[in-house]
């Protein structure tokens, strides 16, 4: 017979959690209520919220938008977007997570203190994505945005460097990115760094390894966007080379399914408990 685990380790972070329960309390009072983007990077709980009346809005529609309630997700907004609110008399219902709140607060507090002509913030993330652009807002979008270490090319070694990192992103990746700044950086100016990679995610990782590798299949329950996701999905393949990303049930390949004694459920911070014990009972069989 075979069994299937959930993993306890997997599902929403605070952060997520957080923004989903604003979400619901603020629909109890009045059923129109807007999200600036998906509230959370997974289309079946974004689903789930649109039954109970919530809209997902982009920043084109809020510019066009006046006297509504909008909430903010937990990723976070540049500071353009709390004015176009206050023109608009467009309520702000902020659910940007503490812990991307302190990161543009110290963005926007060292940005303040340097002379954009000798140095340099730099934000180790994702392009485009919306936490990196609500941090990239803290600096007038004078921040050097890089994903990789052959980005490194876009910094100037004779100024100051101030890096810090998006929330979601390896600490590993992170540590290499600071030992190859340390070797290109001229020796008479600053190099200073922040680690402000989220432990929801970086906690994750050593428990995430060890439960899929307990397992003969490992599907990975989280939306294609997700940057943690990305992260969680690439440390289970590490340790259990058969596993398989899936954004619901009916993703799986029966295929997988063949010889397989133990099945592991997990996902991201992304990822609601209850799909993934959709998953699980489609497959406990
Ligand atoms: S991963 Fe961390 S920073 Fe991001 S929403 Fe969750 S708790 Fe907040």
């Known amino acids: 017979m075979r069994t299937v685990e959930i993993d306890e380790g997997s599902g929403f972070c605070f952060g997520v959690v957080n923004a989903i329960q604003s979400a619901e ?14 509230i959370v990077h997974n289309s079946q709980e974004v689903a789930r919220l649109q039954k109970k009346g919530l809209r997902t809005i982009n920043h084109e529609d809020l510019k066009n938008m006046h006297n509504k309630r909008v909430l903010l ?9 709390y004015e176009i609110a206050e023109k608009n008399s467009i309520r702000i219902i902020d659910a ?4 991307v709140l302190q990161l543009q607060k110290k963005i926007l507090k060292q940005y303040k203190e340097m002379n954009p ?3 340099q913030i730099v934000i180790f993330g994702k392009s485009g994505h919306a936490e990196v652009n609500g941090l990239v807002g803290q600096t007038d979008g004078k921040a050097i945005v890089i994903e990789k270490i052959t980005d490194l090319n876009l910094l100037d070694f004779n100024k100051n460097i101030y890096l810090f990192s998006q929330t979601t992103m390896s600490v590993d990746d992170f540590k290499e990115i600071v030992a190859e700044i340390q070797m290109r950086i001229h020796k008479n100016v600053n190099f200073r760094y922040f680690d402000t990679i989220c432990r929801q995610v970086a906690n994750r990782i050593p428990h995430i390894r060890e439960f899929a590798a307990r397992h003969d299949l490992i599907l990975f329950v989280a939306g294609k966007k997700s940057s943690n996701g990305k992260v969680l999905l690439a440390e ?6 058969n596993t398989h990303l899936i954004s619901n049930p009916d993703d799986i390949n029966p295929q997988w399914l063949k010889n397989v004694q133990s099945v592991g459920v997990c996902g991201a911070t992304s990822t609601p408990k209850w799909l993934m014990e959709e998953v699980a009972r489609k497959y406990d069989k």
């Open 96 to 99: 940007t997570c503490p812990v």
């Open 236 to 241: 289970c393949i590490k340790a259990n080379a």
């Open 73 to 81: 997700r937990a990723h976070g907004e540049p500071p353009s977007t």
């Open 25 to 38: 309390k603020e629909l109890t009072i009045d059923k129109e209520l807007y999200c600036l983007g998906d």
């Open 117 to 119: 002509i000798d140095s």
